[in-house]
């Protein structure tokens, strides 16, 4: 859908701070999330896990669980279906293990009971007699030809033969000639990199309940960022039809990509079936961490040649990134995102995945971004310093605008990148002086945005106030954008307008809370959605009136007549015409459903200033600044929410964050005490600088927000620290042991 | 396993309840009592969205045994706001947007009150140290001490 020639025009809604209509439960304590609920006669789910990285599972003996007093139901891989479909047969057998355990915390069983403290002593009943295998956990290691094999026959046909069985997915992206780009190049720099998994880290962990009966018909309540995708996999692992299941999202506690997938609702649901009751599961904090999320674990080699004068003549890319014990594409958007942010004659970007036994990549915002940008603009910083250049004013030199032949193929249209390097350039931030140990970082980042399929319904009720239907889960204050689209198309206030999250049963399908799409998206299907309902209500209006359908105009919430006819009747506000709907043809609506595209590419930069601890190696955070292409900044305070929490994030990855396994291939960090995300005195203020470049492909020039930054501070951080520790950073996390060693030597 | 009668005082209300001696204070509110608004986002004492009062002093509540709440004080989010009326914490966190999810939110009140009735004038320092154990992974933290800033601000002139 096109941007409006009049979106020019003065916002009376959008662009404002409202609160949010959900605020009031948040605050309060009464909003229910995953865990909050319970049913009459529930029961108490609870998971098994291997405590092997590898292994072939020789037999599982339940009878001694079963046997316990309170135990309902006791289920195996095998109470699960397996789905022909290899990404729903994935889920299932992640969901509950078949032959092999492929990761430490690999669910094996479950048992349903009559309280908590049962079902934990159930399950350290049930005996499970494992045969170990040899295990992989690192990406280089996993990729090599002798390698212990994770899983056989996954390669896709795009791999070479010759390769590990590992090797899953294989990608390559770019154009010009390399070869006479780099021979142009006054100065070339080619590095490795590494970079450790990372956890999404929502607070809320996973949590469900779930009801099944013998007929095939089920109740879903979950936290979830798409209740669609969970009614389809649950679908598909318990062998039952999606029209039988209704699938409730809770409020969700953060998710930030981590609940895009299924990993209880399905377990929880067979076990539901065999007991003939609702069973409640809620993970623990280690179970989180040891089977749910997280994100690649990378290993990445980055070439780039430059002038004298700081134009990037070529640029090349190898990325391997381990998705864990299972195939996926993640690679794939890392080397598209890769050289996203330049405008290049000769670029290439090859991508590999490789399996290991670890747990299941889920997307992590940005998906693939992060990582491989991070190594990018480490070169580019590199260079610079190398060649005595200005690192913005380079990347300014070199940036991507409309018109660009993308790195990944497509030509950028309207895009914010110069614009808001501008910003960052004009910022006192980028000028403000350093002390002893100081350095100052930064990075540009990049996200494609997603659109995507989605449904809304909007009906006009009786007494003139608006309810507005939408399937997305709500993860930052998304209802309220929605409901300030609406009221901005009808022209009525904000508070008039309650939107509402639909279970699967009431609306049709909509994709996952993902890709930043949901503004976008959802934005586009209400305002569409409430052309609709205006459309109607002209037409209603023009009977009464008698004159032409296009005879009536709508403005500032109300039917007036146009043209020959203005001025003839007196404007119907919309409370008028909803009133006596009944009388003109019923129940006033709008609808729209849609496959979005036109989503618009996001750009970031940002700035950060970090001291160095020359004795202990910790990395003081001293000031940090966030500039980003919005496009059309809807709720501009969650906006800034959205740059200032991906920042962090961004920051823990940089700093802290990493999965670390030991020999025995087992993880060693599973809780928040040893697995350290930032905290309050970790960081300063996170300042925003929003830009607003609008979007073409959405009516109000909307785009998605929430991942582009994340992308930039795994770069800008590095750089701060390589800067002021004079010592090039090419492995994260930058953990003080690790930065004291590189200072060190 | 033998359950234990226990009475305390919840949010200005006396109360009664059995529990497990093995059971945390979090369980015996969440499970027992449905107050569901302290979350649990470790079980180890390390995200603080369990975070209550316990006789005048912020803890983590699936630190704390139920049984320990006999003859106590316990105070919750759900005793927050008085009927209607939101306290200004509650409310400025609506109004700058100091929540995403909202998931921690009410660990952070909890502790942030708890801060300003011994403190109405924290540095952000301060208040960023004080906060150090209440994980908040949406917001960056940077709305949170500014909505308390501003709260406590207009605690001191009230
Ligand atoms: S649940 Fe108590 S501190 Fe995390
Ligand atoms: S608002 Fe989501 S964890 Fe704080």
Known sequence: MAFDAQAERNFKVVGTRVTRPDGIDKVTGKAAYGADVSAPGMLHGRILRSPHAHARIVSIDTSAAKALTGVKAVVTGTDLAQPEDEAFADVAINCLARDKVLYDGHAVAA?????????????????????????????????????????????????????SQNVTTHCQFGHGDLEAGFAKADKIIERSFKTAATHQGYIEPQACMASLGSDGRGEVWCCTQGQYMVRANCAAALGVEESQLRITASEIGGGFGGKTSTFIEPVALALSRKAGKPVKIVMTRDEVLKATGPTISTSMDIKIGMTKDGRITAARGELRYSGGAYPNATVDMGAQAAFAAYDLEAVETVGWNAMTNRPKEIPYRAPGAPTAIYAVESVVDE????????????????????????SYGPTFNEIGLVATLEAAKAHPHYTAPLGPNQGRGLSCGFWFNFGGNTCVSLNINDDGTIGVVEGNPDIGGSR???????????????????????????????????????????????????????????????????????????????????????????????????????????????????????????????????????????????????????????????????????????????????????????????GFLDYRVPVASDLPPIETVILEIPNPGHPYGVRGVGETPIVPPLAAVSNAVSRAAGVRMTELPMSPPRLLKAMTG | MKTIPVETTINGDSAEFLCHADESLLDV????????????????????????????????????????????????????????????????????????????????????????????????????YWLAGNLCRCTGYDKIIKAVQTAAAEMRSA
Not at chain 1, 385 to 403: C, F, H, I, S, T
Not at chain 1, 503 to 518: C, K, Q
Not at chain 1, 611 to 617: A, I, N, P
């Open chain 1, 111 to 163: 048992v349903a009971a009559t309280s908590k403290a049962i079902a934990k002593q159930a399950i350290r009943l049930i005996k499970v007699n494992y045969e170990k295998l040899p295990h992989v956990t690192d990406v280089d290691e996993a990729m090599k030809p002798d390698a212990p094999v994770v899983q056989e026959g996954r390669a896709l046909e795009t791999v070479p033969a010759g390769m």
């Open chain 1, 383 to 406: 260079l610079c310093q190398e060649l005595g250049l200005d690192p913005l004013d380079v990347r300014l030199m070199n940036a991507a605008r409309k018109g660009t032949r993308s």
């Open chain 1, 480 to 670: 309220a954008s929605i409901s300030m689209m609406a009221a901005e198309e009808l022209g009525v206030p904000y508070d008039k307008v309650r939107t509402v999250i639909a279970d699967t049963s009431s609306l049709g399908f909509n994709d996952i809370t993902d890709g930043s799409r949901v503004t976008f998206a959802v934005g586009l299907a209400t305002i569409e959605a409430a052309r609709a309902a205006i459309k109607e209500m002209c037409r209603r209006v023009a009977k009464i009136w008698d004159i032409d359908e296009e005879a009536v105009i709508w403005e500032d919430g109300c039917a007036k007549p146009a043209g020959p006819n203005a001025g003839t009747h007196p404007p119907m506000t919309l409370a008028e015409i909803a009133a006596i709907a009944g009388k003109t043809g019923g129940p006033i609506a709008g609808h729209h459903e849609v496959n979005a595209d036109g989503a618009g590419v996001s750009f970031g930069v940002h700035l950060c200033d970090t001291e160095v601890d020359r004795e202990t190696g910790a990395v003081k955070i001293l000031r940090y600044t966030v500039f980003q292409d919005a496009g059309k900044a809807v709720h501009p305070d969650y906006v800034e929410g959205q740059m200032q929490g991906g920042a962090v994030q961004g920051i823990g990855w940089a700093l802290n964050e990493e999965y670390i396994y030991g020999e025995d291939g087992r993880l060693q960090n599973a």
């Open chain 2, 29 to 128: 509110l969440r499970d027992r009592l449905g107050l569901t608004g302290a979350k649990e986002g470790c079980g180890t004492g390390d995200c603080g969205a369990c975070s209550v009062m316990l006789n005048g002093r912020v803890v983590c509540s699936c630190l704390v045994l139920g049984v320990e709440a006999q003859g106590a004080e316990v105070e919750t989010i759900e005793g927050m706001a008085n009927g209607e009326e939101l306290h200004p914490l509650q409310r400025i966190f609506l109004e700058e947007a100091a929540l995403q999810c909202g998931v921690c939110t009410p660990g952070i009140l909890v502790a942030a009150k708890a801060l300003l009735e011994k403190n109405p004038d924290p540095t952000d320092t301060e208040l960023r």
